[in-house]
């Protein structure tokens, strides 16, 4: 049974930064597609990045360039590093684990385990 444990958000200033973790259960890093979503209340949820096992990455065109998503295998941890964050990456953010074409589509439908969330808030 995977189990997926966020952590790391909070409250932070306008072009700030947050990395955000997720500890995962035995042998889920590497394994799955591993993926970051966002949402805020009564919008869908928004796929931020994936990484596949070999490490390939994908990452919404909102954030490229300003976010990195990353994993460590041995302690079975996802990251997600947030740099010159904005108003508009205020949301709850999950991390998944899931099918492999959920890293090229980043749809949630392709993921199959969700964390419980972490709130982001950029002012």
């Known amino acids: 049974h995977v189990q997926l444990v966020e952590s790391g958000g909070g409250s932070v200033q306008v072009g700030g930064s947050l990395r955000l973790s997720c500890v995962a259960s035995?042998?889920?890093?590497?394994?799955?597609?591993m993926g970051w979503f966002r949402q805020i209340p009564d919008k869908e949820r928004e796929g931020v990045a994936g990484?596949?096992?070999?490490?390939?990455?994908s990452y919404a065109d909102s954030v490229k360039g300003r976010f990195t998503v990353s994993q460590d295998s041995a302690k079975n941890i996802l990251y997600l590093q947030m740099n010159s964050l904005k108003p508009e990456d205020t949301a709850m953010y999950y991390c998944?684990?899931?099918?492999?074409?959920?890293?090229?589509?980043?749809?949630?439908?392709?993921?199959?385990?969700w964390g419980q969330g972490t709130q982001v808030t950029v002012s």
């Open positions: 998944a684990a899931g099918r492999t074409y959920g890293c090229y589509t980043l749809l949630a439908t392709a993921f199959d385990y």
């Open positions: 035995d042998d889920t890093i590497g394994r799955y597609c």
């Open positions: 990484i596949e096992s070999d490490g390939s990455t």
